[in-house]
């Protein structure tokens, strides 16, 4: 529009999707950090984009957050014309219920009069534990939907701000602060060098499936995420569409 090419932010997202080396960047105006009606913005733009992704059916993993519980508020069922189905990302990463993956899940499914799919996995499971849940008849089958998933929307986070907001225990809090994490997403910890620190030890989509998936976009706005966005997209597939605003843009140019 004649807007955002009077406020330059056209050029900007194309700066940045070199600077990034990924596929696309979108902006929105603002800073979400600032002004609540950001996020708004973003999952309005996060809705457009993957309206021009979805033809036919789809699987659509997602991850949970208050950045994807606005991209749920803002889809509608215009947003595909064949069948959709929403499996939640990972299992349970201590998040509260309304910010996780399985609630906003069935709020996407909710607005786009589609279906979806819970993964009842406990927070955090042990070496043991893991196995004996992916074995899980009902579970291995949700596992297998996750991995077969052909667009994954997903929100990434500042990594002390999500360690404080999870369950997380004193010794791993004290792990990620010793390894001077600043990003997080989908349970990973990322250093600024976008090497993974910790993980949260849980079944679904892990860091190395994320290559066979064909369409990602990452939702983060806000100046304090530009850190954590510009270690995690070292790690993410270059194919990533990033959904942004110009408070983490103006950071990360
Ligand atoms: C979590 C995702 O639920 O939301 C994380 O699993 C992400 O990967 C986080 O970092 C972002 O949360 P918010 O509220 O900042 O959008």
């Given at each position: ?9 056209n050029?900007?997202?194309?700066l940045l ?25 973003l999952?309005?733009a ?14 659509i993993?997602?991850t ?11 889809l ?22 309304k910010?996780?993956a399985n ?13 979806h ?32 998933a ?18 997380t225990t ?18 990973y ?6 090497e993974?620190?910790h ?20 939702v983060?706005g ?8 510009r ?11 990033l959904?942004?605003?110009?408070g ?6």
């Open positions: 529009s004649v807007m955002r090419e009077v406020t330059g932010i050029e900007m997202e194309q999707q070199r600077k990034l080396g990924i596929s696309k960047v979108i902006i929105v105006a603002g800073d979400s950090d600032h002004s609540p009606w950001v996020k708004k913005e999952g309005l996060t809705a457009n984009c993957m309206k021009s992704l979805l033809k036919g059916n789809n699987i993993a997602v949970g957050g208050t950045t994807m519980s606005s991209v749920a508020d803002a509608t069922p215009s947003v595909a014309d064949g069948e959709l189905l929403f499996v939640p990302a990972r299992g349970g990463i201590g998040e509260d219920v910010n996780q609630t906003i899940c069935s709020m996407m499914a909710d607005h786009t009069a589609s279906k799919r819970v993964l009842y996995a406990p927070d955090e499971v042990s070496e043991e534990m893991y196995k004996s849940i992916s074995n899980d008849p009902r579970i291995s089958e949700v596992l297998k939907l996750i991995r077969s052909n667009l994954l929307v997903h929100g990434i986070g500042e990594a002390l701000t999500m360690a404080n907001r999870r369950n004193k010794s791993d809090l004290e792990k990620i602060k010793n390894a001077e994490a600043v990003g997080e997403a989908f349970g910890y990322f250093n600024e060098e976008g993974v620190v993980k949260v030890q849980t079944i679904g989509l892990r860091l190395e499936d994320l290559s066979s998936v064909p369409n990602i976009i990452a983060a806000g100046a304090s995420k530009s850190k954590a966005i270690a995690y997209l070292k790690e993410a597939p270059t194919s990533t569409i959904i942004t605003d110009e983490a843009a103006k950071k990360l140019i």
